[in-house]
C-alpha cells in the first residue's frame, strides 16, 4: 500500500534490506532502525535505495518509541540468542504498542515450530518464549513461516555434497521439505508488512522438495549423475546431536554445530512441512526454485 510507513529492525541484515529494499519498491516509506555506531557505508546502503534511517538504542524505549511513531506495521528481521530475540525483540514490541503501531512481524522466518514440540530446538524455543509475549500485547500480529532459505543448499546446509556428487539425507527418501528463496520471503513479508488483516500465521514455500528429487534436479543443474545416501534414521540423528551438543556446546553461538544438525533433523520430520500453504495470497509474487537457486549460483563460480 503505497503511502504506508513501516518500521524495520534488522535492517542492515541479510533479510531485513532485502525486506526494506522491497517495501520501498512498493512505494511504503521505511524508517530503518538501526544501531548508534553502524557504519557509514551500511547506512548509506539503506539510504541509497531509499530508507529513511532511525539511529536507535534497541535497549532504550524512549528512543524507539518515537522513532516508530506513525508506522502502521513494525517488521522484525532482527537476529540473534535470548538477548536479542527474547529481550530486544520485547523492548520493540513494547516500543511499537506504545506508539500505536496496530501490526508487528516478528523475526521467525523459519520452519512452523508451533507443530513441534518446546525443548528441541534452541533457536526456535526462543521465538515460542518471544510469542507468549506477543500474544499478550495489544497489537495483531503475523508470523512468516518459509521452510528453509533454499540459497542454505549452496552449501551451508549440507544436504547437497557436491563434491561427491550425493544427497545426504536422513529418515525418508521421500519426505518433503520446505525451501524458499531468500528474497521470496522478502517479498511476501514486504506484502504481510502492507496488508492491513493477515492472520496469525502464514506458511509459504517456494519449493517442497524430497530428498529423492532433489537428487533429480542437482543432476540437472549440474549435468552429473547425484545419487542418495542415506546417513541413518531420525533416531540415530537425534543422538548424534546429542553427542555434538555435549562435544561441542557452543552455547553463546547462534549456530553450532548441533544447532544446524537439529534445524535439519526437524525438516525431515512429517509435520514440518508446511501447509496449507498461502503462496496465492498475493498476486503477483513468484516463486524462484530450487533449481534457479542452484543454476544461479553455479553460474556465479
Ligand atoms: N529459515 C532459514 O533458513 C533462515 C536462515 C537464516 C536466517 N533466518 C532468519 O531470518 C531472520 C534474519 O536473519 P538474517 O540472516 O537476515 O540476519 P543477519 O543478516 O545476521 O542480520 C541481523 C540483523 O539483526 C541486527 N541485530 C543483531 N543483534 C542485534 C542487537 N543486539 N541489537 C540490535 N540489532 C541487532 C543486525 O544489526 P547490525 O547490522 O547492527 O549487526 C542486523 O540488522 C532471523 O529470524 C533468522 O533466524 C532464517
Keep these: 500500500m503505497s503511502g504506508s510507513t513501516i518500521v524495520v529492525a534488522g535492517a542492515t541484515g541479510n533479510l531485513g534490506s532485502r525486506i526494506a529494499r522491497t517495501l520501498v519498491e512498493r ?23 531509499g530508507a529513511e534511517i532511525a539511529s536507535v538504542d534497541l535497549n532504550n524505549a524512549s528512543e524507539v518509541t518515537p522513532a516508530c511513531a506513525g508506522a502502521s506495521c513494525a517488521v522484525s528481521a532482527l537476529s540473534g540468542l535470548r ?20 501490526r508487528f512481524i516478528p523475526s521467525d522466518y523459519s520452519i512452523d515450530f508451533t507443530r513441534f514440540p518446546a525443548g528441541e530446538n534452541r533457536n526456535l524455543d526462543l521465538r515460542r518464549e518471544f510469542h507468549r509475549r506477543l500474544d499478550m500485547a495489544s497489537i495483531a500480529a503475523t508470523t512468516v513461516f518459509n521452510g528453509a532459505f533454499a540459497e ?29 528463496a531468500m528474497d521470496d520471503a522478502a ?15 502464514l506458511r509459504i514455500a517456494g ?3 524430497s530428498a529423492r528429487e532433489l537428487t533429480a534436479v542437482v543432476s540437472d543443474v549440474t549435468g552429473r549423475q547425484f545419487r542418495l545416501l542415506r546417513a541413518g534414521g531420525l533416531g540415530t540423528y537425534c543422538q548424534l546431536i546429542k553427542v555434538a551438543h555435549t562435544v561441542a556446546p557452543g552455547e553463546m553461538e547462534l549456530y553450532p554445530a548441533w544447532q544446524g544438525m537439529q ?12 501447509e496449507p500453504l498461502d503462496n496465492d495470497r498475493y498476486p503477483g509474487l ?9 543454476s544461479s549460483h553455479l553460474a556465479s563460480l
Excluded at 512505494?27 to 535505495?49: K, N, S
Excluded at 538477548?83 to 496496530?102: C, K, N, Y
Excluded at 517479498?187 to 500465521?201: G, H, I, K
Aim: aromatic fraction near 10%; charge should be neutral; hydrophobic fraction near 45%.
Design 152 to 180: 542454505l543448499l549452496t552449501g551451508e546446509m549440507p544436504l547437497i555434497l557436491f563434491k561427491l556428487k550425493r544427497v545426504l539425507y536422513w529418515g525418508d527418501a521421500d519426505q518433503r521439505m520446505d525451501f524458499t
Design 187 to 201: 517479498a511476501f513479508t514486504a506484502s504481510v508488512a502492507l496488508d492491513p488483516s493477515t492472520p496469525r500465521f
Design 83 to 102: 538477548d536479542v530475540i527474547v529481550e530486544t525483540q520485547t523492548l520493540l514490541l513494547d516500543a511499537v504498542v506504545r506508539a500505536g503501531v496496530p
Design 27 to 49: 512505494g511504503a516509506t521505511v524508517r530503518a532502525l538501526v544501531r548508534h555506531g553502524t557504519a557509514r557505508d551500511r547506512i548509506e546502503r539503506l539510504q541509497e535505495f
Design 286 to 294: 513468484r516463486w524462484t526454485t530450487v533449481q534457479d537457486v542452484l
Design 263 to 274: 534445524y535439519m533433523c526437524d525438516m525431515f520430520r512429517s509435520h514440518a512441512k508446511l
Design 207 to 209: 519449493n517442497q522438495l
